[in-house]
Every structure is written in structure tokens, then in C-alpha cells.
């Protein structure tokens, strides 16, 4: 498994992490082969958020594994925090109440990353601010940043942190694209041309922020995967003849294709199939041409101008 540097260099983590948002229906026994799993193939990286089952997830979590000392220093914990029933909230007490609530389901005492989950057009960034700061004074997240913000929710948050936002945790497949589209194609009158996001791919690796993809395999908003899809046959042929040529499965080049960004994009999956997992983990040997990189894009329905 190759790795990836994050954190402005405080982290070396698996360039494929595993996303814990379905774990809370399963067993211990079954979250512990899926981890188990996930060690054995080079995943240090374990993502969660206090609304993946309601905190059920992060349950689960710990009763499945033994957190010793020594594994707990093996291991990189991301959680998120400020999503509330109907609202988003980024008060200082919310935030500090939620990290404390993480860590006693989580049964460890610190965060490795903590992320702010969704925009909070209420914020008060120097609440946020003293928030990180006791946070971290109290040794209880190491590294902060955020998800599914822009370039200038960015930039208005780390005016005002000491600890500064490093990881932005963005929707990037295949079939969901935003964040090249409007790079390909500048100074065109088309909709691809739009940028929503204010350059938010060029802005990330700018300033040295590290992106992470979730729901790598699906298209739209939760609508489904895209893979072996009849609504998409162009995608599924090209992934197969590519897929052939490198001898895996097309679910590992629709990872590959992720990885193989110069961005060092780090992909979230959220397979509870151990096998599968074992499958995706292989697109880390896999380094996708230019040219296939395009085909497929160009496959998914997307063209250059």
C-alpha cells in the first residue's frame, strides 16, 4: 500500500483509507475481520463522523478492536462533527461536546483528525478558533480540518486558527467530477465551465491541503454506484477493457483512476466486504496512464473542449 503524507507532514497514511459509515449494522466479530482486514492489506486510516449510525459506528468500532497502546500509535483516527438534526452547527460547546462524546465511543483519548462535516454559514470563526485551540492544548485532536467546504470557507477559517485546516474531505468519482471539470475547461460557455467551488482542486494544493474522496464508486448524491450500471455502459466497457489489461477488477481501476491524480487524492471506501476490500486495495500498484486516465473520464459522458 502506498502512502501519503497529510497533515502539513505530521501523518504518513495509507493512500486508501476505510470509510466506517456502514459498520454500525454488523457484529463485532464482523467490524473485527473487516479491520483486521484492512491492516493486513497496508490501511492504516479509519474514517468516522458522530452521525455514522448515530454513533453506533464508532461504538461498534472500538468494541471490535483492542486499542492497546501499540496499535492505537499504528492506527490514524478521523472523526467529524456538526451535523445536528436539521441544522449544522460550528459553536465552540458543540464542537467540544462532540469530540469529547467521539472519543468516550471511540475509547481512546485522542483524535488524530478532527473535520467539520458541512459549512456552517453561521459560523463565528474565532469560536472555532478557541475550540481547535483547547482541543489541541488538551491533547485530545491532533490535526484538524474540514468537508465539503469551499476555497473561501477555507481561507475566512484559517484567518482566524492557530491550528489550521489541512484535510478537506470531498464527494470525487468518476461520475462526479466537479472539482476538474471546470479546469478543463476554462473559458468555455458551457456548463462543465462553471466552477462552484472556487477552484477548490488548484486552491487544495496551493496551500498544501490534502483531499480526501468519499463515495468514490457512486454517482450523483446517493443514487447508486456506477459500477456494472446499465445506465452507464460506455463507463462499465472501458473500465472492463482497462481492467483486463491490468488483470484486476473494475471496482480497482475506478480507484486507480482517483489515485492516479497528482494531487495524491486519498480515496474513502466504504466496502463491509472484506473481500472487496482486499480487491480495491490492489488499485494501490496500479498507476493508470494519461491517456486511460482521459479515456475513462472522457467515458463517463464527460468531453474535453
Not at 129 to 145: I, Q, T
Not at 156 to 181: A, C, E, P, R, W
Not at 289 to 300: G, K, L, M, P, V
Request: charge should be negative.
Amino acid at each position: 500500500m502506498k502512502e501519503i503524507i497529510m497533515a502539513n507532514g505530521n501523518i504518513k497514511a495509507s493512500e486508501i483509507a476505510l470509510g466506517c459509515m456502514r459498520i454500525a449494522e454488523l457484529d463485532k466479530n464482523k467490524v473485527n475481520n473487516l479491520i483486521n482486514t484492512a491492516l493486513e492489506c497496508g490501511i492504516n486510516f479509519f474514517d468516522h463522523a458522530d452521525i455514522y449510525g448515530k454513533g453506533k459506528s464508532e461504538e461498534i468500532f472500538s468494541e471490535a478492536i483492542s486499542l492497546t497502546p501499540s496499535l492505537r500509535e499504528k492506527i490514524i483516527l478521523q472523526s467529524k462533527c456538526s451535523i445536528r438534526p436539521g441544522f449544522y452547527d460550528f459553536s465552540k460547546e458543540h464542537i467540544l461536546n462532540s469530540v469529547d462524546n467521539i472519543l468516550k465511543r471511540l475509547n481512546t483519548d485522542y483524535l488524530d483528525i478532527l473535520l467539520l462535516h458541512r459549512p456552517d454559514t453561521l459560523m463565528e470563526p474565532d469560536e472555532v478558533s478557541e475550540a481547535f485551540e483547547k482541543l489541541y492544548n488538551d491533547g485530545k485532536v491532533r490535526n484538524f480540518g474540514v468537508s465539503n467546504h469551499n476555497a473561501m470557507q477555507i481561507e475566512l477559517l484559517n484567518k482566524y486558527l492557530k491550528n489550521k485546516v489541512t484535510i478537506n474531505q470531498l464527494q470525487f468519482s468518476i461520475m462526479h467530477t466537479g472539482i476538474v471539470d471546470s479546469g478543463l475547461n476554462v473559458n468555455m460557455k458551457i456548463d462543465p465551465s462553471i466552477d462552484r467551488d472556487g477552484s477548490i482542486l488548484e486552491y487544495c494544493r496551493l496551500k498544501d491541503i490534502n483531499i480526501q474522496a468519499w463515495s468514490p464508486y457512486q454517482y450523483g448524491f446517493f443514487e447508486g454506484t456506477f459500477l456494472d450500471n446499465p445506465k452507464f455502459p460506455e463507463l462499465n466497457k472501458k473500465l472492463a477493457e482497462i481492467s483486463e489489461k491490468y488483470n484486476v477488477s473494475k471496482t480497482a481501476i475506478a480507484t486507480a483512476w482517483i489515485l492516479r491524480h497528482p494531487a495524491k487524492i486519498q480515496t474513502i471506501v466504504g466496502t463491509t466486504n472484506e473481500e472487496r476490500l482486499r480487491d480495491i486495495c490492489t488499485a494501490s500498484n496500479i498507476n493508470l496512464t494519461r491517456q486511460e486516465w482521459y479515456e475513462i473520464y472522457r467515458s463517463a459522458g464527460n468531453q474535453l473542449p
